[in-house]
């Protein structure tokens, strides 16, 4: 009898072992089910974050073309503006310079008026003119 317990025994701690086994195995092909499911689910936010991240990166290249081209209208038209300010300015120099001359001109008639109005007064004063003025 004692044999036959032995053997119960023996059969039941083999069982038990095979459960624990079983159930080990078990467990091992759950925990590597959960980490092929975390690895997915690591690996499909990375994918959401990597679109996040091309979206935002194509609006930023979309904002920065659309400064440019911003910028570039502002550049020409402040060229456009200085050239025009040349321009007037060149112009109103050339006008100055006219004036300048007119000016030179006119100096020089009102020294000749002078110069001819004191030999008058001489001629005058010394009896070479005619005029009673």
């Known amino acids: 009898m004692s044999d036959l317990y032995s053997l119960v025994g023996q059969v039941l701690k083999d069982q038990a072992a095979l459960d624990f086994k079983t159930e080990n195995d078990k467990l091992k092909e759950d925990n590597d089910k959960l980490q092929k499911v975390a690895e997915l689910e690591r690996t499909t936010v990375l994918q959401r974050r990597i679109e996040e991240v091309r979206e935002e990166t194509e609006s930023i290249r979309a904002e920065t073309e659309s400064i440019r081209a911003v910028l570039q209208r502002r550049i020409a038209e402040v060229r456009e503006e200085t050239e025009s300010i040349r321009a007037v300015r060149q112009r109103r120099i ?39 003025h």
């Open 94 to 132: 050339a006008e100055l310079r006219e004036d300048v001359e007119s000016l030179e001109a006119a100096r020089k008639i009102v020294c000749v008026v002078f110069v001819l109005h004191f030999i008058w007064q001489q001629a005058q004063r010394l009896g070479l003119t005619s005029s009673s």
